[in-house]
Nanobody
Framework: QVQLVESGGGLVQAGGSLRLSCAAS????????MGWFRQAPGKEREFVAA????????YDTDSLKGRFTISRDNAKNTVYLHMNSLKPEDTAVYYC??????????????????WGKGTLVTVSS
């Protein structure tokens, strides 16, 4: 079992930055690709970014490249989402997920093994 707990969300002005963290319990963290998804009000959940178990490869949403970066620290069982130049349309609940396969599989929205409960990011204009 892996439990995922997101943190770091909050209210930020447009143009600002936030770093989200996802802390994972369990000693099998290194076995999983990790990713971030988001769901805006009234919209479906969408993929943001994913990273391989080793951190050597990432898979990103083209529209967010250059603003959002995913990273992980396996020693801390934590994955991060660095968000820069935030826009009001980035307002959403951001979810962390774990997948036994690859970062690319997460990008294809194949069923995740574990989900966190989410952290709310609100970007004001």
């Amino acid at each position: 079992q892996v439990q995922l707990v997101e943190s770091g969300g909050g209210l930020v002005q447009a143009g600002g930055s936030l770093r989200l963290s996802c802390a994972a319990s369990g000693r099998t963290f290194i076995s999983y690709a990790m990713g971030w998804f988001r769901q805006a009000p009234g919209k479906e959940r969408e993929f943001v970014a994913a990273i391989s178990w080793s951190g050597s490869s990432t898979y990103d949403t083209d529209s967010l490249k250059g603003r959002f970066t995913i990273s992980r620290d396996n020693a801390k069982n934590t994955v991060y989402l660095h968000m820069n130049s935030l826009k009001p349309e980035d307002t959403a609940v951001y979810y962390c997920a774990a997948h036994r396969s690859t970062a690319q599989a997460m990008g294809r929205m194949s069923p995740m093994d574990y989900w966190g409960k989410g952290t709310l990011v609100t970007v004001s204009s």
